[in-house]
């Protein structure tokens, strides 16, 4: 039995008030005293702020940790990807999450000193498009999801995907009950119970830890460490709509303040601090979980790039296809389905390039349809020539694009990238290729579609607008089962 992945993680976004600087250091000097690794999921606005206040301390303590990434923009979207990622085309949508998100991650890796290994959306403001987007950019990890609980660590859209849902602990404690009120301004909470607020804490963590999950999320703000209130509370909210933006939420109205919160006492502070050590030391003695950076854990689960299956392997991709229309098992590795789609259409296009079976075929990772896929309403006869120009159709397809197509037409049939998989699943399992093959129609989605992740796929965050429906992103969610693989630990 392996031992479950702990990371501490650290959503790192206050850019307004100097106190949860300060506590951000503290923060990276506990955990290094404890001698286990947080990960600091830093905004680039957060980070940028950091740069010109001047905290080089602050900096040169996080370099003790991982540097993960949590946006560019924590209020001041040009546009939340929950909202260009339901409205745009694909495309577009994926140029603007390039737009928005590549110039903060370039901002976070250059001030922090670290390249972010692993990104996650602040509450679920998302879009699949912005996911590749950051996937395009280099980033590795998604800490976050398609909206709802993975089961287990996999991968979704070529991302290793350590999901949140369901699978956190708070480091916060009891923080989060105190109100402002301006009848008695100078009211703070009262001092933590540093004793109760551990046991409270080992409590939690043993829980999760007993639903025998693959990994547990630790996961704090460091600001909360410093402030009574969320940070911005009163500014945060208000999303309006601006007429050029089609009803998309906006800038916000002139007259936010960005008032200064509420600071907690010193003593509360300290009390905060003196379980938060005590929770360090108590994780770092504990033999029987693995605190880790997403990096480590990326390391012991990502295949070596160019890997090639024999004809045999690919045999048996076709075989087990065939019995189930899902990811795949093959050699130390697993395939998605797309992923199955374009070796085996390789498999094929090789066959009519060259006139030969080839001896090895080179794996490609590829993500999933992004448009309602086509369903005939009936089976469908290929022809061996249907399917030796549909693989180059594929092949060409998912080159130049990233991605399946969700239709094809290929010589009068029309068919979606279910019904073709399925064909070439048969063409390549036999013996001699078929003259033709015949198809029933799929329901256009591999079966993993069932897990929560996929079919209750979603987006929502503080920034939507009211009765926001996120309709394309559920639909682009789903289709992305055809991405997911279980990960493989070697
Ligand atoms: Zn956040």
């Given at each position: 039995m392996t031992k479950p992945y702990v990371f501490i993680g650290?959503?790192?976004?206050?850019?307004?008030?100097?106190?949860a600087d300060d506590v951000l250091l503290r923060l990276a000097q506990t955990y290094s005293k404890a001698g286990i690794p947080a990960c600091f999921f830093m905004v680039g606005e957060k980070a940028r702020l950091l740069r010109s206040r001047g905290r080089k301390d602050v900096l040169s303590a996080l370099r003790d940790h991982e540097i993960e990434y949590h946006g560019n923009y924590w209020f001041e979207y040009p546009e939340p990807a929950l909202v260009y990622g339901n409205r745009d085309p694909w495309d577009q949508a994926v140029q603007k999450g390039r737009a928005i998100e590549t110039p903060g991650l370039q901002d976070v890796a250059e001030i922090t000193g670290q390249f972010p290994v692993a990104t996650c959306q602040h509450q679920n403001n998302h879009s699949p498009a912005t996911t590749h987007a950051m996937q395009q950019s280099g980033?590795?990890?998604?800490?976050?999801?398609?909206g709802a609980k993975l089961d287990g660590i996999g991968w979704v859209m070529n991302l290793f995907t350590v999901g949140r849902h369901s699978r956190t602990v708070s480091s916060?404690?009891?923080?989060?009950s105190f109100q402002f009120d301006p009848d008695q301004p100078n009211r703070r909470p009262p001092k933590m119970d540093p004793k109760a607020e551990l046991a409270n804490f080992q409590q939690r963590f043993d829980a999760q830890l007993e639903t025998g999950t693959t990994h547990i999320n630790i996961l704090g703000h460091p600001t909360c460490w410093a402030m009574a209130e969320w940070w911005g509370w009163y500014d945060w909210s208000a999303a309006f709509r601006h007429a050029s933006l089609d009803g998309a939420p906006g800038p916000y109205p002139q007259g936010r303040q960005w008032d200064r919160g509420v600071t907690r006492t010193r003593a509360d502070i300290d009390a905060h601090f003196e379980w938060t050590a005590a929770a360090a030391r108590w994780l770092a003695r504990r033999k029987d979980i693995n605190v880790t950076t997403f990096a480590d854990a990326l390391a012991e689960h990502a295949d070596p790039p160019g890997a090639w299956l024999t004809d045999s392997q690919i045999r048996s991709v076709a075989r087990q296809i065939l019995k189930r229309l899902d990811h795949t098992r093959v050699g130390k590795t697993t395939l998605s389905a797309a992923d199955a789609l374009y070796v085996l259409a390789q498999h094929v296009r090789f066959m009519l390039a060259e006139h030969r079976r080839p001896e090895h075929t080179q794996i490609r990772r590829t993500i999933g349809p992004v448009e309602e896929v086509y369903t005939p309403s009936k089976e469908i006869r290929f022809k061996r020539q249907n399917l030796l120009v549909a693989s180059r159709h594929l092949v060409e397809y998912a080159n130049a694009s990233g991605r399946l197509p969700h239709t094809l037409r290929l010589h009068g049939i029309d068919c979606g990238p279910g019904e073709l998989l399925v064909a070439l699943a048969q063409m390549v399992a036999a013996e001699k290729l078929p003259d033709f093959v015949t198809v029933q129609p799929t329901v256009?989605?591999?079966?993993?579609?069932?897990m929560d992740c996929f079919s209750k796929a979603t987006a929502g965050s503080s920034h939507a607008t009211p009765g926001y429906t996120p309709t394309q992103i559920h639909l682009q969610g789903r289709l992305q089962s055809w991405s997911y693989r279980p990960a493989v630990k070697k």
């Open positions: 650290f959503d790192t976004e206050d850019p307004i008030n100097p106190e980033v590795k990890v998604w800490n976050g999801g398609l916060q404690g009891s923080w989060g256009g989605v591999p079966l993993c579609v069932s």
